[in-house]
Structure formats: C-alpha cells, structure tokens
C-alpha cells in the first residue's frame, strides 16, 4: 500500500468529517454489492479516522462468509444487534476483524418483522451495512437514517429501470435522493456498451452517478476466498486503487456536507 499511503498524506483534511452510515442496496442481485461493503469497510478502517462496523443484514451471509465465518454456527448475530441486546461475555459478539474494523455477523433465518430497536446515531465511526437485495419495511427504516445509499451497478441498459424504480421506493419512503450515489462496477472502458451506458446513466441521474468506478478485476472476486480484502490480498491491483478512490470520495462528500452544506429536500 506504499502508494496509497502516500497518497493520503495530502489529504488530512478529509479525516475532520463525522462517521457516516451508508447503507449497500440494490434490488439486483450479483452486482458487486458484498465486494463494495467489505473493501469500502476495509478502506475506512485503513485511512479514515473513525472505527468502522460493518453490519451484515442480507441473510445470504455472503458478507460474514467473506470474512470467514459461518454465520449459522454463532450464536449471537444482526438480529441481536438490531434489537439492542448485549454481546454475551464469551467473546461470541461482535466480531474484530482488524485494527478499527469490526463485523455484525449476519443472521441465515431473521424472524419476519424482528425487534429494531438500536439507535445508529448512537454508534461510533462509520457503519456500513450490506443490505439484501430486496426492498421491505426493514431496509426502508434503516435506509432513512443512513447518510448514504451507496448502490452498485453493473453497466448495463436494464441497471437504470433498477434505479428508477429505487428512487420511486425511496420518495414514497420520504427519503431524499440527495443520500443516493450509484456505483458502476465490472466497468471495462474497451467496451463500447459500458461506455455508453455511464453517459446515459450521467445523463440521467447527473451527480448521483460517482465519477469513481470499479473496474473489471478478477482479484475482486479472489480476495473473499481468503478471507480478506483486496488491500490485504492484492494492494497493487486495479481493484485495491478503485476502491481506494472510492473510500477517498466519500470522506471527500462527507467532509463537504460536515462543512456546512445542507441536504435539499427532494
């Protein structure tokens, strides 16, 4: 991470932002979503000045797998940390993952309409909650006290109905488009569909759309296998600079709205 780290020196200034609740949604499965929690989690922990949770809410798991554990062994996981009950005293919480990086295991089979009754303004650092691919009551709740919703998206024509219809989801939910950033991931620049898709999708969605995007890299998808991110498993690839830019813009927008900058209603 030499350059990385060099790179952040001139940018103290972005570690003066308060911690940020994004929240990973989309209702499109396969789209990057689990890769983006665990190297943007991964990217705070390293660079930003907070401590980072990450929460793992889809119960596919898939987050808590990448990290590795098997969230049907534990007994104590998301559905317990919703509902505000303590971490038992066996170490069988949450769980530490590295210096300023934690993990909420995910829960295989959440009760319908489970307790929620954890307040996240009052957790410390950054939360980053993999969401499922699915919009229900649950999502919605936690989504509306999130600052960001952070959305994947592979570049494809039918990806802008997705987020149509998301930004329909979330007007009717009285939460504000401006809290929406939109991903591209597996972007290959060679492809003329790709290219062509982020200009409509600029068009379209205008500054929602991050300039940041994650590249077509195959160390992305090795990187859970060992159970780690890809700044530990490949810190000289295309996907740890990615997602290094990724983390950076965030803390960048999140400094700016922590400047005095207020959220418009939409």
């Not at 488009?177 to 409509?200: G, I, M, T």
Request: charged share 25%; hydrophobic share 40%; proline share 5%.
């Amino acid at each position: 991470m030499r350059s990385h780290a060099g790179a952040w020196e001139r940018y103290d200034f972005l570690l003066e932002g308060t911690g940020m609740k994004i929240m990973i949604f989309n209702q499109k499965g396969g789209v990057g979503k689990t890769t983006t929690a665990l190297n943007l989690g991964a990217g705070l922990a390293r660079w930003g000045s907070a401590p980072v949770t990450l929460v793992d809410l889809d119960p596919q798991t898939h987050l808590s797998a990448a990290m590795g554990f098997r969230a049907e062994t534990l007994t104590w996981n998301v559905s317990d940390w919703l509902a505000g009950s303590l971490e038992p005293r066996d170490g069988h919480g949450v769980k530490r993952i590295a210096d300023q990086l934690c993990l909420v295991p995910g829960d295989c089979n959440p009760k319908p309409g489970r307790r929620m009754e954890r307040n996240l303004d009052d957790s410390a650092g950054h939360l980053v909650i993999d969401a499922p691919p699915t919009w229900n009551d649950e999502v919605a709740a936690l989504m509306t006290v999130c600052d960001y919703v952070l959305t994947p998206m592979e570049p494809e024509f039918l990806s802008m109905q997705g987020i149509s219809r998301l930004m329909q989801q979330m007007k009717t939910a009285g939460i504000p488009w401006s809290r929406l950033r939109l991903l591209l991931c597996r972007y290959d620049k060679r492809l003329a569909v790709h290219r062509e898709v982020r200009e409509l999708l600029t068009e379209r969605f205008g500054d929602h759309l991050l300039s940041v995007v994650i590249r077509n890299n195959v160390r992305l998808a090795e990187a859970p296998g060992y159970g780690q991110s890809i700044f530990d498993y490949a810190p000289g690839s295309a996907g740890a600079d990615d997602y290094f830019a990724l983390v950076y813009a965030l803390l960048a927008d999140n400094a700016w709205r922590g400047s005095g900058a207020k959220e418009e209603s939409d």
